[in-house]
């Protein structure tokens, strides 16, 4: 009988810790207003400052993935495009609960201090179990005029 292989080095209930956790650019020339991130010491409380200074439909997002190999190579995991990213499983009550959001997925103009509990969203996308490593996480909103946020994340998933 041949022995199983021990995924117990490689993956299980982990420990995310991020390494860096920023804005970025997101694809379209103009922004729908100004992002900021305010709060990252425990990934338990982040804090994003918006002032928008016009309506701004969501109607595009894109979540990318990557595996940081070794010489910090980093390997595409997963390349997601969403059409509808209010009707997305993570993201949709995201957008919807922290921006108010119209069932149009509409954020109206004004100023927002959005409170995300960065740890229980990584729980909700990556589940409980997961592979132990570095990732690279980008995650983008925006309409076909404008960018409504771009956030580019480093993680360690590692044992608990």
């Not at 338990?44 to 109607?59: A, N, Q, R, W």
């Not at 957008?95 to 109206?108: E, G, Q, T």
Request: hydrophobic letters at 35%; aromatic letters at 14%.
């Amino acid at each position: 009988m041949t022995a199983l292989y021990n995924y117990s080095n490689t993956q299980g209930p982990y420990r995310p810790i991020w390494r860096s956790f920023e804005t970025c650019k997101g694809p379209k020339q103009g922004d729908c207003g100004n992002v900021e991130i305010r709060n990252t010491q425990n990934m338990s409380d982040v804090i994003f400052y918006l002032d928008f200074p016009k309506d701004c439909p969501v109607t595009k997002a894109r979540v990318t993935a990557g595996s940081v190999q070794k010489n910090n190579i980093t390997k595409k995991m997963l390349n997601y495009a969403l059409e509808k990213p209010c009707q997305h499983f993570v993201l949709g009550p995201i957008l919807v609960d922290a921006f108010n959001l119209s069932s149009a997925c509409k954020i109206k103009k004004g100023q927002y201090t959005v409170h995300v509990d960065m740890r229980e969203k990584c729980r909700m996308f990556l589940g409980s179990n997961f592979f132990y490593g570095i990732y690279t996480f980008k995650v983008l909103a925006f309409n076909n005029v404008n960018n409504f946020f771009c956030v580019k994340t480093e993680l360690e998933a590692g044992k608990l």
